[in-house]
């Protein structure tokens, strides 16, 4: 007759019964490589996601901030400085697309 134990998962009170050659064994019960990798990767692209929508939530509050300056100095400007701040609307557009593309 084998001599038994059990292993308890705490959270759960779940409980399984292993043989105590199982409990000794260093591989026993432990995530296989490919499963392993499979995680960090997962875990990985969810920290970039995050970085991403990061920047684009910086960017858009940028823009909205330019806009209000631009609505209330609107009145006193002509249209040359209209060109200009488009201009420069497709240069923040241009960067933010660059920082994105880095982290994609």
Do not use: T, W
């Amino acid at each position: 007759m084998q001599k038994r134990s059990h292993l308890v998962y705490k959270r759960n009170q779940d409980f399984f019964y292993v043989c105590i050659g199982h409990l000794s064994d260093r591989g026993f019960c432990q995530p296989d490589a490919d499963e392993a990798a499979e995680i960090a990767e997962r875990k990985k692209k969810e920290e970039l996601d995050r970085e991403i929508e990061k920047v684009k939530k910086e960017y858009e509050e940028k823009q909205r901030l330019k806009k209000e300056k631009r609505k209330a100095k609107d009145k006193e400007k002509d249209k040359d400085a209209k060109v200009a701040e488009e201009e420069e609307d497709k240069k923040d557009e241009k960067a933010k697309d660059e920082k994105v593309c880095l982290y994609a």
